[in-house]
């Protein structure tokens, strides 16, 4: 009998299907008033029945458009909306495969209520440089999130670690109603922020104030997204708390309360887990897994997200936070934005190491392993008042204060043997560390327009004061076998204090030249660093046993200046559909160094260099567009590369400067093309990158019988990196309820390196290809299905013989599924598979990692029960190998182990309209 329910069930769902037809709409939209083609208007058709949009387009240059498609439906609304014109609205009927509407005129909007006015939003409008989406056109999920949203968007894609990207471009800012949501990290707005009070979502180049206020263009390579909040939704309280426990110990819980009101609003976050995580996303569906996946550490094993330190990465972290969000409009000119964090972490880490180092006239071995426990506490505070004097005078007041305190414990045991496995030096290191930091700057910013032409002058000032102060134990011993054998042994304290003192000025004028179009812009430029480096290393007396001999030879006291004088010239163009920019700047730039400790290091540099800039910017149409740009830079050595101390802190690894550096001279071009068809559900993007290299400044190592180094620095030629890659996407309707969208690129790299091995200068050649493709097909309420596989191929070459060419293969598979039955259960899966079949023998070479997730919702779905298992296959690793021109590095680290959790969730909401509404109204007014 259940075979047959499911039989009949399975015919009934797959007639309903067939009753979906195609059909093709085309024609064209004018002007009314002198019959001109209307560019950039969004012509989108609605059921009757419910305003859902069934599709939607947009119009070339000539005003022509297509809407193509597949609906059951016999009638349905069409809409054309267009900036400045009044909404046409025309009820079609589907019968016909193919209607030609023909000419369709718009007439300029007015505000006479004689008129019969149609009210309707647009899922997409354009206008100028914004791409602007109706959050109500896109069906979701009732606890859809802001992520869930941008992954429905046309030309929107958001990655597995919720890094965004539209039309090819990163998304490195996201605010709320114009004004920050918890600082930069866009994470925060996407992950806690629901559709449901969300209006619009708007899409621009990233600006600064200034930019923003007097017209400017902004960042071409980043984008920023604007959520703009529900009129009815400004007003109210919202938010969710979460917790979970599981096996293993392990737990995690998070609250987030916002407090709208109006132009005023508050927001208060707080978390913690010991799973790896941030902690800034709730433990729902959707859970960021934490240390699931090889994740990037410093080498005491600390993270941080948007500048805030959460500890270990790679091990096992406890992590801790809370955090504040302030904005409010205090008059009529006067906006203020303000945050605070408080990110506390505990960190547990363990690694080995097996390395081969290639030496030009044999190799030697390297195995190491350490352990590291860190304890971290800071915070930090940010504030933005935006004062605007009055229509032309606009002044940007930044703030900013850091504080931390950090205990770091650090063990390691390494030894070296030569290519027939004879030790031939070895060495232990125990340290301990506390570290205390305090840090604040100020951005003082006055933008003062000139008439209505486009000329302005801007006024920036930016000061910066850093203290760090460290107590360092350090005990190590390291013994040098082979002909004269030593052993070295210490024993000593630290004390330690890094100061910076920073301040730079900046001064803009913008002449038009031709109003609003040609640009004449002047500006000057000074940079000042003032660093001091002090410390005061004591040897442990055995007869006070207290630290009391000053150990000159690993003590210091320097001070580094760094001044830079740059003015400059440019000229800029802006079109309709083309922009422009090339400009000059003459940089005089000082560098001197003090030691006070041994005055005869003193040294003073100077260096002068020419650097230009250039880029276009060509918008073929609102689906394409073109970008290039050109850099010629330079980068003077650092000091530390200058001076020429000698850093014996390393018993194994000496370093000394080089006095007679050059600078870096850079030329580096970018290239890009992205086009995306909004109707047909096709993108595609391609970028071509180069940087070509003088005076390049690499590390000079020579190595002696016994493998203890020497490093310096050296100017080297012929440097360059060349890279590129495509991607193509398609998402094609199979019908009203699935939609199946692939996806597949390449990205590809050559860089040529000059390098020095034991004093013999040689280059290497690698070269890098990364296809990867992706599947993504889905069925409204019933499921989701989502693989991507991706493969990286490596070859390097190198022009030396005693160098064996070596090539790299890494394989990488993950499927993502979800299903949504019965309607109160989802069921989610992230699978994943690593395979590297170069990592060495006892390092392992491939893996399945799987966590899986079911969430039961209650409380007419304002709660969700969940469960979480992690790690299902107990296959976690953290294996990695590493490919550099002298050395070839296996790893492997302490990781998460599996664990099952049970959470719950809730979330609240006091705010205007709840849920869901309906699609578009339709207003007359007689």
Not at 179 to 185: A, E, H, L, M, V
Not at 579 to 591: C, D, E, P, W
Request: aromatic letters at 12%; proline letters at 2%.
């Amino acid at each position: 009998m259940k075979k047959l329910f499911f039989c009949v069930a399975l015919l009934c769902v797959t007639f309903s299907f067939s009753q979906s037809k195609d059909f093709k709409i085309f024609g064209s939209i004018i002007a009314e008033e002198d019959q001109s083609p209307l560019e950039s208007a969004t012509i989108y058709l609605e059921r009757v029945k419910d305003s859902a949009l069934i599709t939607y387009t947009i119009s070339d240059k000539d005003g022509g458009f297509s809407l193509e498609g597949k609906t059951s439906d016999k009638t349905a609304n069409l809409f054309v909306s267009y900036v400045g014109y009044q909404t046409y609205y025309k009820k079609i009927d589907l019968s016909a495969l193919e209607i030609n509407l023909n000419n369709l005129p718009l007439t300029v909007s007015t505000n006479s209520l004689d008129e019969v006015t149609i009210k309707s939003q647009a899922p997409i409008t354009i206008k100028k440089d914004t791409l602007e989406f109706n959050v109500k056109s896109f069906k979701t999920k009732k606890d859809a999130t802001v992520e869930d949203l941008l992954k429905l968007l046309p030309g929107v894609e958001v990655e597995e670690d919720g890094s965004i990207k539209v039309n090819g471009k990163p998304v490195n800012k996201i605010l709320v109603n114009g004004k920050p949501f918890f600082g930069n990290d866009p994470t925060i707005a996407t992950k806690n922020l629901t559709k449901d009070i969300i209006e619009k979502i708007q899409v621009v180049d990233t600006k600064t104030k200034s930019e923003a206020y007097t017209g400017e263009e902004g960042d071409k390579d980043n984008k920023t997204i604007n959520l703009t909040i529900k009129e009815e939704n400004n007003k109210g309280v919202f938010g969710r708390v979460s917790a979970g426990a599981g096996t293993q110990k392990v737990y995690e819980f998070a609250g987030m309360l916002n407090r709208f009101d109006n132009d005023q609003r508050v927001s208060v976050l707080v978390g913690g887990n010991n799973i790896n995580s941030p902690g800034f996303s709730f433990g729902e569906i959707r859970k960021m897994f934490g240390g699931g996946y090889s994740m990037s550490m410093s080498s005491n094993g600390s993270f941080s997200i948007d500048g805030r330190s959460f500890g270990g990465g790679e091990g096992i972290t406890i992590s801790k936070n809370a955090g504040l969000n302030y904005a409010d409009v205090l008059s009529e000119k006067v906006d203020v934005s303000a945050d605070y964090f408080y990110s506390g972490s505990r960190s547990d880490n363990e690694t080995i190491t097996e390395r081969e180092n290639i030496l030009s006239d044999g190799s030697y071995f390297t195995n190491s392993n350490s352990n590291s426990q860190n304890d971290s506490d800071s915070h930090s505070a940010n504030v933005a008042f935006d004062i605007e004097i009055d229509s032309t005078l606009l002044i940007n007041i930044e703030p900013s204060f850091r504080y931390f305190k950090s205990e770091t414990r650090f063990n390691r045991n390494e030894a070296s043997l030569d290519e027939f496995n004879t030790l031939t030096n070895e060495s232990t290191t125990t340290s301990f560390v506390e570290s205390v930091g305090n840090n604040f700057s100020n951005k003082i910013e006055l933008t003062k327009k000139m008439g209505s032409n486009g000329a302005y002058i801007k006024f920036e000032i930016n000061n910066e004061f850093n203290t760090t102060l460290t107590d360092d134990f350090l005990n190590s011993e390291t013994n040098i076998y082979g002909d004269t054998p030593e052993d070295i042994i210490r024993d000593q304290f630290t004390d330690g204090e890094n100061k910076l003192d920073r301040f730079s000025t900046e001064v803009t004028y913008r002449l038009p030249i031709i109003a609003k179009n040609l640009f004449l812009n002047l500006d000057y430029e000074f940079k000042s660093d003032k660093r001091t480096d002090v410390k005061s290393t004591f040897d442990r007396n055995d007869v006070t046993d207290a630290y009391d001999i000053f150990n000159t030879d690993l003590s210091t006291d320097f001070e580094y200046i760094d001044e830079e004088s740059t003015p400059g010239i440019s000229l800029n163009i802006r079109k309709e559909k083309f922009s422009g920019r090339i400009g000059a700047n003459y940089v005089f730039r000082t560098l001197e160094n003090k030691d006070f400790l041994r005055p005869a290091l003193n040294i003073e540099r100077n260096f002068k260099a020419l650097e230009m800039s250039s880029y276009i910017n060509y918008r073929f149409s609102p689906k394409s567009s073109f970008y290039m740009n050109y850099r010629l830079s330079n980068d003077s050595p650092q000091l530390s590369q200058l001076q020429p101390f000698l850093n014996v802190s390393n018993p194994l690894n000496t370093i000394v400067g080089n006095p007679n550096l050059e600078p870096t001279t850079r030329h580096n071009v970018y290239a890009g093309y992205n086009a995306f068809d909004f109707q047909k559900g096709t993108g595609f993007y391609f970028n071509f990158n180069a940087s070509f290299n003088k005076n390049q400044i690499v590390s000079k190592t020579t190595v002696n019988e016994d493998f203890v180094r020497e490093t310096t620095y050296a100017n080297v030629n012929g440097g360059r990196r060349i890279g590129g890659g495509f991607n193509y996407s398609k998402k094609n309707k199979i019908d009203s309820l699935r939609t199946f969208k692939y996806s597949f690129g390449a990205y590809g790299n050559y860089n040529k390196n000059i390098n020095f091995n034991n004093d013999v200068k040689y280059a290497s050649h690698v070269t890098s290809i990364s296809p990867r493709v992706t599947l993504t097909l889905t069925w409204k309420d019933v499921m989701e299905i989502k693989p991507r596989y991706s493969i990286s191929i490596t070859k390097n070459k190198y022009d030396i013989d005693a160098f064996e060419n070596r090539d790299f293969l890494y394989h990488s598979l993950d499927i993502e599924t979800a299903t949504f039955l019965p309607k109160k259960l989802e069921w989610r899966n992230n699978i994943k598979y690593n395979y590297n079949p170069n990592v060495a023998d006892g390092f392992q070479k491939s893996a399945w990692f799987w966590n899986s997730t079911l969430a039961y919702s209650v409380l007419k779905d304002q709660g969700s029960i969940t469960l979480k298992a992690y790690d299902l296959l107990g296959q976690n690793t953290n294996a990695s190998r590493t490919a550099t021109e002298d050395y070839i590095q296996d790893s492997q680290s302490k990781v998460l182990e599996q664990y099952f959790m049970v959470g719950f969730s809730w979330k609240f909401n006091s705010l205007g309209k709840k849920g869901e509404t309906g699609g578009n109204d339709v207003f007359y007014f007689d």
